[in-house]
């Protein structure tokens, strides 16, 4: 069992609609990410928080709003989406940001 | 700037012979280099790390890699493959010194054969 949780596991919306994946932790990590995985390929960086703060943005676009609003969850808000955008989003922690990372089973996401 | 080349991007064995998944890295400070494995419809799971402690790594299921700073390869490698070895791997390296972000390989897609 994954000791970092994702939820839902799979997410069917619209392209209007608005929705939101959800990552627990209870390890007492401090950094947690986001990362988009599309099928055969690695994971894509997408959010970084540290210390509950937003460090790293890696140009997405902002109909992908991160939260952090406490050490132990980190919340992904989803608006008007694009087909495109359909994959596998992954939430990982680590300790500190150079730690080795812990991934969640992701939520499989696909826009209609 | 850190980068990773997975060599293979799918190696094929069969139960009970070696494992052997190459990976070279470019790292412009002493890196921190991971394997991590993903089996499908899950998310990457950390096999070992190294982080300069000692060359030779051991990590979970029984596998291992050997940091090797004059060929700047860190290749995995388990004696014996099971059936449920099979999944997708990929070698990591840390983006910069003291700094998180992980740089992916592209991965390599192992099967094992009965």
């Known amino acids: 069992d994954t000791e970092v949780t994702q939820t839902p596991k799979h997410l069917v919306m619209g392209m209007t609609n608005k929705k939101s994946l959800k990552c627990e932790q209870h390890?007492?990590?401090?950094?947690m990410y986001w990362y988009k995985q599309k099928a055969k390929k690695p994971p894509e960086l997408m959010f970084v928080?540290?210390?509950?703060?937003?460090?790293i943005n890696e140009s997405v676009p902002s109909r992908f709003s991160p939260e952090c609003p406490n050490s132990s969850l980190l919340n992904l808000h989803l608006h008007a989406l694009q087909p495109e955008d359909s994959a596998l989003y992954l939430c990982?922690?680590?300790?500190?940001?150079?730690?080795?990372?812990?991934f969640g089973d992701g939520t499989r996401l696909s826009i209609l | 700037a850190q980068s990773v080349t997975q060599l293979d991007s799918h190696v094929s064995v069969s139960e009970g012979t070696p494992v052997l998944l190459r990976c070279n890295y470019s790292?412009?400070?002493?890196?921190?280099l991971f394997w991590y494995v993903q089996h499908p419809n899950k998310g990457l799971q950390l096999l070992l790390k190294?982080?300069?402690?000692?060359?030779l790594v051991k990590g979970i299921n029984g596998f291992e890699a050997e940091f090797k700073k004059s060929e700047t390869s860190f290749h995995l490698t388990k004696p014996s493959a099971h059936m449920s070895d099979a999944a997708e791997y990929f070698c990591?390296?840390?983006?910069?010194?003291?700094?998180?972000?992980?740089?992916f390989g592209k991965g390599t897609r192992l099967s094992v054969i009965a």
């Open positions: 990982a922690s680590s300790r500190l940001r150079d730690q080795p990372q812990h």
């Open positions: 390890m007492g990590h401090r950094a």
């Open positions: 928080y540290s210390y509950e703060k937003l460090s």
């Open positions: 790292s412009s400070y002493s890196p921190s």
């Open positions: 190294y982080t300069s402690a000692a060359t």
């Open positions: 990591v390296v840390s983006r910069d010194s003291g700094n998180t972000p992980l740089v």
